[in-house]
């Protein structure tokens, strides 16, 4: 559960349950716009920011303790934003779909800007950036998902194409074009990571096996 002050980690109660047992509570300054936080996998981590905001907040719910707290947008004066938070599946890296506005020079009176899309992996352990080669792989994406075994990153793009990448290398898996028309904007393996379901902006919905 996240509030712009805090984050409060719960316990899954029974079915009709009236309330859930909280299990830590993340506290600290208030954050501005849409609060967006994440939990890893192991329910040890915390990353807390939002949606239109610089700083990310990595906290250990063990210890009841911010590790480190870091910038997405040193130097960046321009638009900006966070649409996804969240943990690499071994809860070594906090990754976030970070967005940025890219202004070029002015012709016929207007502004050219460019939308720089990519994801931003940050070490668990400093909060320094990290998987520098992964990052690059993904600029451009419209969505994606870690597949179960930790070891690859499925990227949807704007072309309808999904592509299996290796982590941390970052080296082209495989590659199939989905969708004819539109950008690919969902993706979801199956428990055995054996099918990937991934949606389209048009509504398709289509189930893939991996080889």
């Given at each position: 559960?996240?509030?712009?002050?805090?984050?409060?980690?719960?316990?899954?109660?029974?079915?009709?349950?009236?309330?859930?047992?909280?299990?830590?509570?993340?506290?600290?300054?208030?954050?501005?716009?849409?609060?967006?936080?994440?939990?890893?996998?192991?329910?040890?981590?915390?990353?807390?920011?939002?949606?239109?905001?610089?700083?990310?907040?990595?906290?250990?719910?063990?210890?009841?303790?911010?590790?480190?707290r870091e910038n997405f947008f040193p130097g960046h004066s321009g638009g900006r934003s966070?649409?996804?938070?969240?943990?690499?599946?071994?809860?070594?890296?906090?990754?976030?779909?970070?967005?940025?506005?890219?202004?070029?020079?002015?012709?016929?009176?207007?502004?050219?800007?460019?939308?720089?899309?990519?994801?931003?992996?940050?070490?668990?352990?400093?909060?320094?950036?990290?998987?520098?080669?992964?990052?690059?792989?993904?600029?451009?994406?419209?969505?994606?998902?870690?597949?179960?075994?930790?070891?690859?990153?499925?990227?949807?793009?704007?072309?309808?194409?999904l592509e299996l990448r290796d982590c941390p290398g970052g080296?082209?898996?495989?590659?199939?074009?989905?969708?004819?028309?539109?950008?690919?904007?969902?993706?979801?393996?199956?428990?055995?990571?054996?099918?990937?379901?991934?949606?389209?902006?048009?509504?398709?919905?289509?189930?893939?096996?991996?080889?």
């Amino acid at each position: 559960m996240v509030t712009a002050t805090g984050v409060s980690v719960l316990a899954v109660g029974p079915a009709r349950a009236t309330t859930w047992q909280e299990q830590a509570r993340v506290g600290g300054p208030a954050v501005n716009a849409y609060p967006l936080a994440a939990l890893s996998r192991d329910g040890r981590y915390v990353a807390w920011t939002a949606d239109i905001g610089n700083d990310v907040r990595c906290v250990d719910t063990g210890k009841g303790a911010t590790l480190w707290r870091e910038n997405f947008f040193p130097g960046h004066s321009g638009g900006r934003s966070v649409r996804r938070l969240g943990f690499d599946p071994r809860a070594e890296h906090m990754v976030a779909l970070c967005l940025r506005s890219i202004y070029g020079p002015e012709r016929d009176g207007k502004i050219e800007v460019r939308e720089d899309r990519r994801l931003q992996f940050l070490a668990i352990a400093d909060g320094q950036r990290t998987l520098s080669a992964l990052e690059d792989a993904t600029v451009g994406l419209t969505a994606m998902a870690w597949h179960p075994d930790g070891q690859r990153l499925a990227i949807g793009n704007e072309s309808g194409e999904l592509e299996l990448r290796d982590c941390p290398g970052g080296e082209l898996l495989a590659t199939h074009k989905v969708f004819a028309k539109g950008s690919l904007t969902a993706i979801a393996f199956d428990r055995s990571g054996a099918h990937a379901a991934v949606g389209s902006e048009k509504g398709e919905i289509a189930v893939l096996a991996l080889r």
